[in-house]
């Protein structure tokens, strides 16, 4: 199981940046960040796998950027005009190293940071 350990949380005006990022034992093929607002279910923010290919939800799509470095072994997230309802609680997961399409539900992510909070004011 790849060990995760998420940084860069904090609080932030709206309309301001943040860039998280998660320091990894092992990237597998498929990397991802998910967020989770009280009362709501954990949802994929974005994924990305070992070529680059990357998936936003519709709601970060054009704000938030995701990458990583493969020899550093970590996964970034990039968060421009962060809006209140972007805040939650953020993790890092992995998926099994056999998933090669990335677009997957938290259920199919099996390892998973300890999750960093993210708070934004209005």
Request: charged fraction near 20%; include cysteine.
């Amino acid at each position: 199981q790849v060990q995760l350990v998420e940084s860069g949380g904090g609080s932030v005006q709206a309309g301001g940046s943040l860039r998280l990022s998660c320091t990894a034992s092992g990237m597998t093929f498929c990397m991802a960040w998910f967020r989770q607002a009280p009362g709501k279910e954990r949802e994929r923010v974005a994924s990305n796998s070992h070529y680059g290919q990357v998936l936003y939800a519709d709601s970060v799509q054009g704000r938030f950027s995701i990458s990583r470095d493969s020899v550093k072994k970590i996964l970034y997230l990039q968060m421009d005009s962060l809006k209140p309802e972007d805040s939650g609680i953020y993790y890092c997961a992995a998926a099994e190293p056999s998933r090669t399409f990335c677009g997957l539900p938290a259920s199919d992510y099996k390892s998973w940071g300890q999750g960093i909070q993210v708070t934004v004011s209005s």
